[in-house]
C-alpha cells in the first residue's frame, strides 16, 4: 500500500463521508482541512514534528498531499524545514499507516464520534499555547454546542493507585470547583483521575475527560459506565482517532494536553514516579500555575505531590480556594486577625484568675510602668478581658 | 526601694557574689559586665528596647548605674536615643523589680544555674544575627564546655497538640540529624518539642531547651524529668532570670532565641495559629532557612505548616536530607535517571508479550521508519527488554 496517493479518486472512495457530522455549511477549503486532519491523525503519531512542520507551512491538506507521495516535491518539504532525509523516513513512518485510514474514519462514524479541528469555536483556546505541538484534531464523544472548556478550567491529576485520602481531597476539590462553575479537566484514569470526574458529575459541573487511546476504546474498561456519563453531560476526547490503543507513549502526549486544556493543574496525589508529574511538567512549561496537594510524608502516594512543592515551585493546594487563587478566580479568605503580641498580652499575663493583684503588682510583673499597665487594665475591663474589685484586679 | 542605687556598696552586698561559677579569672570590667547583665535580665522584660540602647551604647554596667537612678544623666540617655520621657517611663517599670533581684539571684544559685554573656565563647553566634533584640544574658542549666550550638544546629518546633503523625515525624528527623551531628534546638513543650528532645538524647545527639520562664522552674511540669536529662548532656536555658514564670509575652520573646539559635527552623506540625508559625517568622526574619512538614489537609493539625508552604516560602520538608539541604550540609539525593519517553518507548508499547509481531508490524504500529525500530529493537534486545524470536519479536 506504501506509495498510495491519498489524492487520488481511489482513496478518496475509500475514505468517504467526512468524520462525524461537523462541517455542515462549510466552504469547500475549510472541508478539505477537516479531513485532510482526520487523516493526519491517523496517520502520525502524537507530536510528529515533520508532519507539524509540513502543516504549518502548508495547510493540513496540501502537507497531506506532500505526506502521501513516495518521492517529489521535496523544495516544498525543504521550504517547511523538513530536509530531504526526513522526508523521507517520515514517509515510511507514514505510508504503512495509510491502509488503516478508512477503518479509523469507519470507527468513529459508528462511535458517533465527532471531529474538532482548531477552526471549530468548541477547540479549547489553551491548546494554541502548545505552538507545533498542538494536536492536529481531536476525537470527541459528547461534543457539546459550547466549548470544550468554557470559562475557567482546572486539570485534577493524580495517582493511580490512589489512598482514600487521595481519592477523598480529589473529590472535595472536584465538587466545590465543579459546583462553582469550574470545568473539571482529566484523564480517566482509576483513583484521583475517576473521583474528580465523579464528583463534577455529581454536583451538575461540567468535566472533560481526555484519553490516551481512541474514544471508542473506554480505557480503563471498569471506567466504561463512568465515560459514557461524562459524555453524556461532558466531553471525551481524543487526538488518536478511534480504533487505537492507549500505549505509554500516548499516555505522555495526552497528559500535554491536560495541561494545555486547562489554566491550571493540580496535581492531588502521586508517587515518586507517577505519570501525573508528567502532565505536571507540562504545564509549568506551557507556563500554566501548578499546585500539588500535601499529604503526610510516611505516605510513599504523596512523595510526588512533595517533590513538585519542592522541585517545581508548585503551590501548595489545601482547599478550593487555593485552587481558584490558582485560576485567578475571587476567593473568599480565611479571617486573620493576627496575633496580639503586645503590652496588652503582658498585662494578661500578669494578672491572675483567682488572686486579685493591685494595679503595681501588674505593672511590676509585666515589667511595664505603673501608667501604663493602669491605662491597659482599663482597655481590658472594656473589653470584658479584666475586672476590677475592691481587692484588686482578676482575669476574666 | 525605688531609686535605690545599686551601685551603692549596700546593693552591692544584697547581690553578694557573682552569678554562677564562670567568670574565674576575668578582669574586673569583664566582671563588672557579666555581674551587670545578670542584673539586667531581671530588671527588664525580653525586648526591652530602651535598656537595649542604653546597653548598646554605654555597656551594661554602665547603663545599669543610669537605670537605677531615679533621675538624672538625661544626656548621657540622650545620647543613646533615649528621650528623657522614655527613660522616665523605663525607670518606672525597672525600679519595682530592684527588690527582687537579690532573690533570683540566690534562686540561680540554689538551681546551679550558670550565666552566659555574650563574652563567652558558650554563646550561640547566632543571637548576634538579633542585633538589638539579642538577650542580655542567658541563664543556663548543664552549661557544657563547648559551645551551646556547635556546628549545625536546627531548631525542630511544632505544637503541642501534636498528632502521632507529628510525634513520629519529629523523632524520626531528630534521631537521624541528632544522630549525624546536628544539635536540636525546640523549647521543650509537649507534642512536637518533647519528640524532638527524646530522640535527640536517645541518639546519643546533643539537644539545647531554650524556656520561656526561669530554668530552675521546669515548665511544662510534665517534663521535669525531660528537661533534667537534656541538662546532663545538652543545655536547658532561658534569658530570663530564675523564678520568672513563663508567660505568653516571654514564650513569644523565648521563640526569637529558638530560631536564632539554630541555623534553620523546622515546623514539624503546627495548626492555623500554632505558636511555632511565631518561631517560623522569626527565622525568616532573620533570612535564615524556614521549613515545614506537610500533612494531611484533611487535618488541622498541619494547617499551620501548610500556610508556611503557601504564604512564607517555606521549604518543604519531607526527610532528614531535605533538613541538611536547609542547613547547606552534603545529602545523600535520591538517584532519579528521569523518565525515559522517547522513541525506545514507543517501541516497547508495540510489541507484545505473547504474540510475536515482525519489525514492520512493530513500526507501524510505534509510528516509526522500518529503520528505526528495527535499530531500537536491536537495542531493546540487548537490554534484555524485546527477544526475537523466529515468529517476531516479542516484550520481555
Redesign the interface.
Known amino acids: 500500500m506504501t506509495g498510495t496517493d491519498l489524492s487520488s479518486a481511489a482513496a478518496r472512495a475509500a475514505l468517504r463521508g467526512s468524520p462525524g457530522a461537523r462541517g455542515a455549511g462549510e466552504d469547500e477549503d475549510a472541508a478539505r482541512d477537516r479531513f485532510a486532519r482526520g487523516i493526519w491523525s491517523a496517520l ?2 502524537p507530536g ?1 514534528g515533520t508532519g507539524g512542520a509540513l502543516r504549518d507551512r502548508w495547510g493540513a491538506a496540501e502537507a497531506l498531499a506532500i505526506a502521501v507521495l513516495t518521492d517529489g516535491r521535496e523544495a516544498e518539504a525543504a521550504e517547511a524545514g523538513v530536509e530531504p532525509a526526513s522526508l523521507k ?2 514517509r ?2 507514514w505510508h ?2 495509510v491502509e488503516g485510514v478508512g477503518e479509523t474514519f469507519a470507527a468513529a462514524r459508528r462511535a458517533g464520534a465527532v471531529l474538532l479541528t482548531p477552526a471549530d469555536p468548541q477547540w479549547p483556546a489553551g491548546f494554541d499555547d502548545l505552538g507545533p505541538h498542538a494536536p492536529v484534531a481531536l476525537w470527541t464523544l459528547g461534543a457539546p454546542e459550547r466549548p470544550l472548556t468554557p470559562g475557567s478550567a482546572v486539570a485534577l491529576v493524580g495517582a493511580r493507585a490512589a489512598t482514600a ?1 487521595g481519592e ?2 480529589a473529590m472535595e476539590l472536584a465538587a466545590e470547583l465543579g459546583a462553582t462553575g469550574t470545568t473539571i479537566v482529566s484523564g480517566a484514569a482509576y483513583g484521583v483521575d475517576g473521583s474528580a470526574h465523579r464528583a463534577a458529575l455529581r454536583v451538575d459541573g461540567l468535566t472533560v475527560a481526555l484519553l490516551a487511546g481512541g474514544v471508542d476504546r473506554p480505557y480503563p474498561a471498569g471506567h466504561s459506565d463512568l465515560l459514557d456519563r461524562i459524555a453524556r453531560t461532558g466531553v471525551v476526547a481524543s487526538e488518536v482517532p478511534c480504533g487505537s490503543t492507549p ?4 499516555f ?1 502526549a495526552r497528559n500535554r494536553l491536560i495541561a494545555a486544556a486547562a489554566q491550571a493543574t493540580v496535581v492531588v496525589e502521586a508517587g ?2 507517577s505519570g501525573s508529574l ?1 502532565t505536571a511538567h507540562h504545564a509549568a512549561s506551557l507556563g500554566r500555575p501548578l499546585g500539588a ?6 505516605s510513599a502516594a ?2 510526588g505531590c ?1 517533590r513538585l ?2 522541585e517545581a515551585d508548585a ?5 478550593a480556594d ?1 485552587v481558584r487563587e490558582l485560576l485567578g478566580l475571587p476567593v473568599t479568605m ?1 479571617a486573620d486577625d493576627g ?1 496580639r ?1 503586645d503590652d496588652r ?2 498585662v ?3 494578672l491572675g484568675v483567682r488572686v486579685a493583684r493591685s494595679a ?1 503588682e501588674v ?2 510583673r ?7 499597665a493602669a491605662a491597659l487594665l482599663g482597655l481590658l475591663e472594656l473589653e470584658g478581658r479584666a475586672s476590677r474589685g475592691v481587692d484588686g484586679w482578676r482575669r476574666c
Not at 500505549?247 to 500516548?250: A, D
Not at 503551590?315 to 482547599?319: E, N
Not at 509585666?366 to 501604663?372: F, I, P, Q, T, V
Open positions: 502520525a503519531e510528529d523516513k517520515a515510511e513512518r504503512p499507516r485520602y477523598h481531597v500505549t505509554k507513549w500516548r505522555l515518586w514516579r508528567n496537594v500535601p499529604g503526610p510524608i510516611t504523596s512523595a512533595h512543592l519542592r503551590q501548595c493546594i489545601t482547599a487555593d480565611s496575633g503580641t498580652t503582658r494578661v499575663d500578669a503595681e505593672a511590676r509585666a515589667g511595664l510602668s505603673a501608667g501604663d
